[in-house]
């Protein structure tokens, strides 16, 4: 037996020659295993991520191999360190320009709410600017708690269904922060 | 060219602005001197352009804030002369209702940034700055964040409590 491990089907109905399953399904499938990450790296965070991009902790595995440095194609932006409220507006229209369907992930303390820095110049956490989909603790989180944050984020993806992203609900979402 | 004696400096200086400036310290050495307003720009002219002096580079521009005092915002300049390694210092001290002082930047071009962020932090306007704007912070803040009255965000938030990060 090889130990090479591969993702799991999702549920379905299976027999000889064919196998149905749902199209959410299918598709979330294969998006959460080839999420295309946006390192928005401003401090310390930054530096935690980048051992886990490295060669052991190889996040990677997850089919994130191609970190995006440009909104265009990426799926997950992830925000890593302080952010000023100068770089609020730079960081809102990074989010704009990235397409459907899009997540968010604010690691560590500062992204998550502003962190030690409770002063006039931080912004108290990201969610102030753009929606949220998972924040990882820690100051700085690990790089397993960082693996656990993108594993979190495929949760969601592998979950999500197709229709989520036109429905008022999440319209409404978006309202709330003035993104149309 | 050595280093000129302090008294030297001082008594150049109360010669040529008679009562208009006084000495209030020199830790380590460092001569610190108060003036006003009114002759700051003149004080600063006859330091950089005498030739005995030659204080020629501004090191420093900036200010601090005393609440207690009557007049509780002191705008500071250090002055290095390079060609006798003596360092200066200047202050100047304002009402909160009066914060006008001349500007720097007509002698120095350094201080034009000096006197942004000065602006930016404390409020003191620097009259005939040629682009007297904020540097450092946004632009719409209304505060001036490094004064003693500026009160920290918000008083009543609990999410930075110690008990939440293991302290």
Redesign the interface.
């Given at each position: 037996m090889s130990d090479i491990q591969i993702v799991e089907a999702p549920a379905g109905l299976e027999g000889s020659g064919f196998f149905a399953t749902k199209l959410d399904q299918a598709v979330g499938l294969a998006r959460s295993h080839s999420l295309w990450p946006l390192p928005f790296a401003t401090s310390c965070c930054g530096i935690e991520f980048m051992a886990t991009m490295g060669s052991h902790y190889d996040l990677s595995r997850f089919g994130a191999e191609r970190l995006s440095f440009s909104p265009r194609q990426a799926d997950l932006l992830m925000v890593m360190g302080t952010i000023s409220k100068k770089m609020g507006p730079v960081l809102r229209q990074v989010y704009l320009q990235m397409a459907e369907p899009r997540w968010v992930m604010a690691v560590g303390a500062c992204a998550s709410s502003g962190g030690i820095f409770d002063t006039y110049s931080v912004l108290q956490g990201i969610d102030e600017v753009i929606p949220v989909d998972v924040y990882v603790p820690g100051c700085p989180p690990r790089p397993e708690a960082i693996i656990d944050g993108f594993m979190a984020i495929q949760k969601l993806v592998q979950t999500e269904t197709l229709r989520r992203r036109e429905e008022p609900k999440y319209q409404a979402l978006l309202a709330k922060y003035g993104i149309q | 060219m050595g280093k000129i004696a302090k008294e030297e400096l001082l008594q150049k200086l109360s010669e040529k602005f008679p009562g208009q400036v006084t000495e209030t310290g020199a830790d380590f050495g460092l001569l610190t001197v108060e003036t006003n307003k009114e002759v700051i720009t003149d004080v600063l002219s006859f330091l950089k352009t005498d030739a005995a002096l030659q204080f020629i580079f501004l090191t420093d521009l900036t200010a601090i804030h005393y609440p207690e005092q009557e007049k509780p915002i002191g705008v500071i300049y250090h002055l290095h002369s390079l060609t006798t390694n003596t360092r200066i210092r200047i202050k100047v001290f304002l009402t909160l209702d009066d914060l006008h002082i001349p500007t720097a930047s007509t002698i120095w071009d350094g201080a034009n940034w000096m006197e942004r962020e000065t602006y930016d932090f404390f409020g003191v306007i620097f009259d005939g700055h040629p682009d007297l704007r904020r540097i450092?912070?946004?632009d719409d803040?209304t505060?001036f964040?490094m004064r003693k009255e500026?009160p920290?965000?918000d008083p009543n938030r609990i999410?930075?409590k110690d008990y939440f990060?293991g302290r």
């Amino acid at each position: 037996m090889s130990d090479i491990q591969i993702v799991e089907a999702p549920a379905g109905l299976e027999g000889s020659g064919f196998f149905a399953t749902k199209l959410d399904q299918a598709v979330g499938l294969a998006r959460s295993h080839s999420l295309w990450p946006l390192p928005f790296a401003t401090s310390c965070c930054g530096i935690e991520f980048m051992a886990t991009m490295g060669s052991h902790y190889d996040l990677s595995r997850f089919g994130a191999e191609r970190l995006s440095f440009s909104p265009r194609q990426a799926d997950l932006l992830m925000v890593m360190g302080t952010i000023s409220k100068k770089m609020g507006p730079v960081l809102r229209q990074v989010y704009l320009q990235m397409a459907e369907p899009r997540w968010v992930m604010a690691v560590g303390a500062c992204a998550s709410s502003g962190g030690i820095f409770d002063t006039y110049s931080v912004l108290q956490g990201i969610d102030e600017v753009i929606p949220v989909d998972v924040y990882v603790p820690g100051c700085p989180p690990r790089p397993e708690a960082i693996i656990d944050g993108f594993m979190a984020i495929q949760k969601l993806v592998q979950t999500e269904t197709l229709r989520r992203r036109e429905e008022p609900k999440y319209q409404a979402l978006l309202a709330k922060y003035g993104i149309q | 060219m050595g280093k000129i004696a302090k008294e030297e400096l001082l008594q150049k200086l109360s010669e040529k602005f008679p009562g208009q400036v006084t000495e209030t310290g020199a830790d380590f050495g460092l001569l610190t001197v108060e003036t006003n307003k009114e002759v700051i720009t003149d004080v600063l002219s006859f330091l950089k352009t005498d030739a005995a002096l030659q204080f020629i580079f501004l090191t420093d521009l900036t200010a601090i804030h005393y609440p207690e005092q009557e007049k509780p915002i002191g705008v500071i300049y250090h002055l290095h002369s390079l060609t006798t390694n003596t360092r200066i210092r200047i202050k100047v001290f304002l009402t909160l209702d009066d914060l006008h002082i001349p500007t720097a930047s007509t002698i120095w071009d350094g201080a034009n940034w000096m006197e942004r962020e000065t602006y930016d932090f404390f409020g003191v306007i620097f009259d005939g700055h040629p682009d007297l704007r904020r540097i450092l912070n946004v632009d719409d803040m209304t505060v001036f964040p490094m004064r003693k009255e500026f009160p920290l965000e918000d008083p009543n938030r609990i999410d930075k409590k110690d008990y939440f990060f293991g302290r």
